[in-house]
């Protein structure tokens, strides 16, 4: 999963898409494993940031959807 297929699940995982990548500021050499946190709920980045969105694994966060709330930085 993105760019170069940096990660692959070893496992099933729920993954989420944020729309926030290195062209909003978000460092681009933030490695799989980078802390975020979805609806209150710790998980992290999975995969490269790309342009314009990162990936999250959202497995810890069964109540997370569309437009719930991510923080970046705390």
């Known amino acids: 999963m993105g760019y170069g297929y940096r990660y692959h699940a070893s496992a099933a995982q729920r993954i989420g898409?944020?729309?926030?990548?290195?062209?909003?500021?978000?460092?681009?050499?933030?490695?799989?494993?980078?802390?975020?946190?979805?609806?209150?709920v710790m998980t992290q980045v999975v995969g490269a940031v790309s342009m314009d969105m990162i990936t999250v694994d959202l497995t810890p966060c069964p109540q997370a959807g569309?437009?719930?709330?991510v923080e970046l930085w705390g």
Do not use: E, L, Q
Request: some cysteine; overall charge negative; aromatic content about 8%.
């Open 17 to 40: 898409v944020v729309a926030c990548g290195y062209a909003d500021g978000y460092p681009r050499h933030a490695p799989t494993g980078t802390p975020v946190c979805v609806d209150g």
């Open 66 to 69: 569309i437009g719930s709330a």
